[in-house]
C-alpha cells in the first residue's frame, strides 16, 4: 500500500477528521470559480417527439399475425383494408339427443353431457352436407367456413359429425364458446316437477321465468348481448382470415340450442319480448341463415322464403324489417320501423284531426 500514489486513491483515502477538511479546502475549487449554468427556457415549439412534426409513428409487423386488431393502431399511410364480411351467419341446432328422446335422461345425466342419437348424428351429417351444397351454388373458389360451438357434448358431438362435409382446407377455424350454451333448467332434474315448471312457464311468459336453481331467458339474453359484442368485434378486424386475405366466402356457422339460437336472433334483430314468445323452436339439426344483402347488413329473407319465416313464427312486421335489412348498410337505423305504427296506435288518431 505504501507504493501507491495518493493522486489515484484520492487525498481522503487515509485522512480522517480535521485533515479531511484541510484537504478539501485546497482541493475544491472556490465557488467563483465554477461556471455559472443558465436554465433552458422552453417553448411549446421547442418540445418535439420527432425531428418532422407531421411524422408519424412506425409500428413494425410485430404479432400483426396473430392479433389482426393491431392493425388497426397502423398509421393512416400504411392501413390495410378490412377484409369483407362474412358472407353468411349460419345457425345450427343440435341433432337429436338423448334428451329429445328421453326426458327422463336428464334425471340421471347432467344436462352438458347429454349426447346425440344415432338418429341425432345422422341429422347432423346430412345438416353439414345442406351447408355445403349452399355455400358451394355461390361459385366462390376459396370459400371456408368458421365454426362457433356450444361446449355441450351434444353441440360438440353435432359439429364432428356436421364438419365431415368438409375437408380441413375449407376449416377456417373452430371456437368452443360457453355464452353458446343451453339455456339453465337447474340440476339433475326431476321429471314430473320439471314438466309443471315448464306449464307455470307459459302461464308467467316464457321469456322472463326463471326455473328453480336455473335461468331465464332473459339471463340467456344477457350472456348472448356479450357473445354478439364478440362477434361484431371479430367481423369487423377481419379474424377469421389471415391478415391481408379477402376472401368474400367466408362463412360463420354457430351450432348452439333451440332457445340460445332464438334469443341470439332476437338480440341481432332488436326483436321485443312480445316477438319473441311467438317463435317456434327449430328442429333438430335444421339451420336458419343470416345472409348478407346487397348493402351489406345481415336478412334473413336473403335465404329463406317468406312462408318459411312465417312458419318459424316471424310477423308482417317483422318480415317487413327483414326486407329493409336486404338493402341497408351497416350502422344505418329503419327509420321507418313498423313497429312505431304497430306499438304507437294513437298515430291512426292524427289523420282525422284538421
Not at 507504493?3 to 477538511?21: D, E, V
Not at 366466402?249 to 334483430?269: D, Q
Not at 323452436?281 to 341463415?289: A, H, M, P, S, Y
Not at 318459424?312 to 317487413?320: C, I, V, W
Request: aromatic letters at 10%; proline letters at 5%; hydrophobic letters at 35%.
Amino acid at each position: 500500500m505504501a507504493n501507491l500514489s495518493p493522486t489515484l486513491l484520492g487525498p481522503l483515502i487515509f485522512l480522517t477528521g480535521s485533515q479531511a477538511m484541510a484537504t478539501l479546502s485546497h482541493t475544491l475549487p472556490s465557488a467563483s470559480a465554477l461556471p455559472i449554468l443558465q436554465p433552458k427556457t422552453f417553448t411549446s415549439n421547442s418540445i418535439k417527439c420527432c425531428e418532422n412534426q407531421r411524422e408519424t409513428v412506425k409500428l413494425s409487423n410485430n404479432g400483426l399475425a396473430t392479433f389482426p386488431e393491431k392493425n388497426d393502431l397502423r398509421s393512416s399511410a400504411s392501413a390495410t383494408v378490412r377484409p369483407p364480411r362474412p358472407r353468411r351467419i349460419i345457425l345450427v341446432r343440435h341433432g337429436q339427443s338423448e334428451g329429445n328422446l328421453d326426458e327422463t335422461a336428464y334425471t340421471r345425466i347432467a344436462d352438458p353431457k347429454i349426447a346425440l342419437t344415432e338418429k341425432g348424428i345422422a341429422e347432423a351429417e346430412a345438416c353439414g352436407l345442406e351447408i355445403r351444397e349452399m355455400i358451394e351454388r355461390d361459385k366462390i373458389e376459396n370459400w371456408k367456413v368458421y365454426f362457433y360451438v356450444s361446449p355441450y357434448r351434444r353441440t360438440l358431438e353435432t359439429l364432428k359429425s356436421l364438419a365431415r362435409g368438409f375437408e380441413r382446407t375449407r376449416i377456417a377455424g373452430v371456437r368452443e364458446e360457453t355464452r353458446l350454451r343451453e339455456q339453465d333448467f337447474g340440476n339433475f332434474q326431476d321429471r314430473e316437477k320439471m314438466r309443471y315448471e315448464k306449464a307455470i312457464r307459459m302461464l308467467y311468459g316464457r321469456f322472463f321465468y326463471r326455473f328453480p336453481n336455473g335461468e331465464s331467458a332473459a339471463d340467456v339474453y344477457d350472456r348472448i348481448t356479450g357473445f354478439r359484442e364478440t362477434l361484431r368485434s371479430d367481423i369487423d378486424i377481419g379474424r377469421f382470415q389471415p391478415p391481408g386475405d379477402q376472401n368474400p366466402g367466408m362463412n360463420l356457422v354457430i351450432v348452439s340450442h333451440g332457445l340460445t339460437l332464438r334469443v341470439f336472433l332476437m338480440r341481432w334483430y332488436k326483436w321485443t319480448v312480445e316477438q319473441f314468445e311467438q317463435l317456434n323452436n327449430l328442429g333438430n339439426g335444421k339451420i336458419i341463415v343470416m345472409e348478407r344483402g346487397y348493402g351489406g347488413r345481415y336478412s334473413l329473407l336473403m335465404h329463406h322464403s317468406e312462408e318459411e319465416l312465417r312458419g318459424f313464427g316471424l310477423s308482417d312486421d317483422m318480415l317487413m324489417d327483414q326486407e329493409w335489412q336486404k338493402f341497408a348498410r351497416p350502422g344505418e337505423l329503419n327509420y321507418d320501423c313498423p313497429m312505431m305504427n304497430s306499438f304507437f296506435t294513437h298515430f291512426a288518431d292524427e289523420g282525422c284531426k284538421t
